[in-house]
């Protein structure tokens, strides 16, 4: 949650355009340490452009898929929700001196919904008129000292050094997940419209997913990460590897169906196509996921109630699936098409069954 009252804006000041404070600024960059530098794209002057560089400096597509009200992209708000589930607490904005106002007032309102510490960069003796009119609303201080700037960039360092990165796998390779066989169910569950608080999950009418190794569910998140800024989708992709719950089931996921301090997500089946209304338990790889969206629906609430993707994200959901190469398992080599069959489980089934219904309908031979 963002903090009541925001940290100062700290303003550096850097006349001499000096090479050291870009390329300190920029070595300071470490998502998983909570530090983000951003460097401006010199293209372009829109706040919509501004959050796509910050979204790019996220480690995320800067394009959020799918239609959205009045044509305007939520891509502030997706930031800002990145920001506050990963968490980043520290954002360092160069070429600050070429910000509108406008575009300054945007990350002003940034830094109050998320209680991060920001530090924009001017490489001009003085503050220019756009960036001067925006620091009124917010305190701030200013310093032209380079060490001292160098801690705003860094913060405070950690006890401990940040654990190593791992090796990312090939990214052409294919992660065959068992868990999204019934993305594309035919299942139709329905949504409670009272208040509903389910048990936890009892797998009745289908086996329970095969939890994810370490390794794979760390590489599963990894590519999840950068594969859509999105965070409605990226949460509903993570959510199926868990839960083995259709697209449409995942849709009835609301806002409140996320319990945080539990670590539950509540799925709704008032028909019981599957197991009923219940809760599953949200394994500590996908809860950053999970935060993400509750907080992009906090921000957005205009797009729509779902906490998870709407079953009109269906192509997008696939795509960014197909993006991430992750997939359900494929039929045998010789059957397949050349595209990813997502019901092919599904058609499995459903063959088998009519195969069944065949023989018992066929009268005995006389």
């Not at 009541?4 to 000096?18: E, F, H, K, L, T």
């Not at 995942?250 to 670590?263: C, W």
Request: net charge positive; charged share 20%.
């Amino acid at each position: 949650m963002p903090l009541a009252v925001p940290p100062s804006v700290v303003v550096v000041i850097d006349p001499g355009d000096d090479a050291i404070h870009t390329h300190t600024a920029l070595a300071a960059h470490h998502p998983p340490s909570g530090r983000i530098t951003l460097h401006p794209g010199p293209g372009t002057t829109s706040e919509t452009g501004l959050a796509h560089d910050l979204l790019a400096a996220l480690g995320k597509p800067p394009l959020l898929p799918g239609r959205f009200p009045a044509g305007r992209q939520p891509a502030w708000e997706a930031a800002a929700a990145w920001m506050t589930a990963l968490p980043v607490n520290r954002l360092t904005v160069l070429r600050a001196h070429r910000l509108t106002a406008r575009r300054a007032m945007s990350l002003l309102q940034l830094r109050a919904l998320t209680g991060i510490h920001l530090t924009l960069v001017c490489h001009r003796p003085r503050l220019p008129a756009a960036l001067h009119q925006a620091l009124q609303t917010a305190d701030y201080a200013i310093t032209a000292d380079f060490q001292a700037a160098r801690r705003h960039y860094y913060g405070t360092p950690p006890a401990e050094p940040p654990p190593a990165d791992e090796p990312a796998r090939p990214a052409n390779r294919w992660l065959t997940l068992p868990a999204l066989d019934r993305l594309v169910s035919y299942d139709s569950p329905i949504p409670c419209t009272a208040p509903c608080a389910p048990p936890p999950i009892v797998f009745r009418h289908r086996p329970p997913p095969a939890p994810l190794t370490g390794q794979t569910a760390r590489e599963a998140a990894r590519r999840l990460a950068a594969a859509t800024a999105h965070p409605r989708l990226a949460a509903a992709l993570a959510a199926a590897l868990f839960t083995g719950a259709s697209l449409q089931q995942l849709a009835t996921a609301r806002p409140g169906d996320y319990d945080d301090a539990a670590a539950t997500l509540a799925l709704h089946d008032r028909a019981r196509y599957t197991d009923g209304c219940a809760s599953h338990r949200v394994p500590p790889w996908a809860r950053v996921f999970l935060k993400a969206a509750v907080c992009f629906a906090r921000l957005a609430p205009g797009q729509d109630q779902h906490l998870l993707a709407g079953p009109h994200d269906r192509t997008h959901l696939l795509r960014v699936a197909e993006g991430a190469r992750l997939r359900p398992p494929q039929p045998p080599a010789g059957q397949r098409t050349g595209r990813i069959q997502w019901d092919w489980r599904e058609r499995k089934e459903a063959q088998h069954y009519d195969a069944m219904l065949t023989r018992h309908q066929t009268p005995p031979a006389r």
